[in-house]
């Protein structure tokens, strides 16, 4: 479904990946998606930065083109 911020399913390959992985089992198991683990804080400077990372690249991915294009437009106008 377009839009839903659901993990189905993660794979991370390398050296350290159980480590990265516990926090996507966590979210998966309770239904939380990438957006949470993006708002989670993290401890610096750490692994699990990396997660956080790729639910920032994810969201960034995703980000509604059409609808911050006609936000901007908005602001701009009010700013005029």
């Known amino acids: 479904m377009p839009g839903k911020d659901r993990l189905l399913?993660?794979?991370i390959v390398g050296e350290h990946a159980g480590d990265l992985l516990a926090e996507?089992?966590?979210a998966m198991k309770h239904g939380l998606g990438l957006n949470k683990i993006l708002g989670t804080i993290h401890t610096?400077?750490?692994l699990?930065?990396?997660n956080k990372y790729a639910a920032g690249e994810w969201?960034?991915?995703?980000a509604p083109q059409r609808l911050l294009q006609?936000?901007?437009r908005y602001h701009a106008w009010e700013r005029a």
Do not use: D, I, N, S
């Open 9 to 11: 399913g993660v794979t």
């Open 24 to 26: 996507y089992v966590l």
């Open 44 to 46: 610096y400077p750490t």
């Open 48 to 50: 699990a930065e990396a």
């Open 59 to 62: 969201k960034r991915a995703h």
């Open 70 to 72: 006609w936000v901007g």
